[in-house]
């Protein structure tokens, strides 16, 4: 069993700041693509970016694209998503995953662990 811990979350105004972390315990954490997802009261958790083991290939949703970025430190076993340009639409809690495979993909699906989630509130 991985577990995965989030902190990073928080209260912050419209075009301020964030930066997520997410410790996991895999002992193989290179091998393993991880994600970030997030959902909002009365929606489905939906996709946010992704990073792939080796940390070289990463993929976003549109809604954030140009906005967060997501990276790994493969020596600590944490993957991170900076959030810049914050808007009220991006309120929600937010989960780390831990893929099933190297690449990972864009669904719940692709994810096997999850993180307990931290909350982002952007204030307008």
């Known amino acids: 069993q991985v577990q995965l811990v989030e902190s990073g979350g928080g209260l912050v105004q419209a075009g301020g700041s964030l930066r997520l972390s997410c410790v996991t315990s895999e002992r193989t954490f290179s091998m393993y693509a991880m994600g970030w997802f997030r959902q909002a009261p009365g929606k489905e958790r939906e996709f946010v970016a992704r990073?792939?083991?080796?940390?070289?290939?990463?993929f976003y949703a549109n809604s954030v694209k140009g906005r967060f970025a997501i990276s790994r430190d493969n020596a600590r076993n944490t993957v991170y998503l900076q959030m810049n340009g914050l808007k009220s639409e991006d309120t929600a809690v937010y989960y780390c995953?831990?893929?099933?495979?190297?690449?990972?993909?864009?669904?719940?699906?692709?994810?096997?662990?999850w993180g307990q989630g931290t909350q982002v509130t952007v204030s307008s």
């Open positions: 990073i792939w083991g080796s940390g070289t290939t990463t």
């Open positions: 995953a831990h893929g099933r495979t190297y690449n990972g993909g864009s669904a719940p699906s692709d994810y096997n662990y």
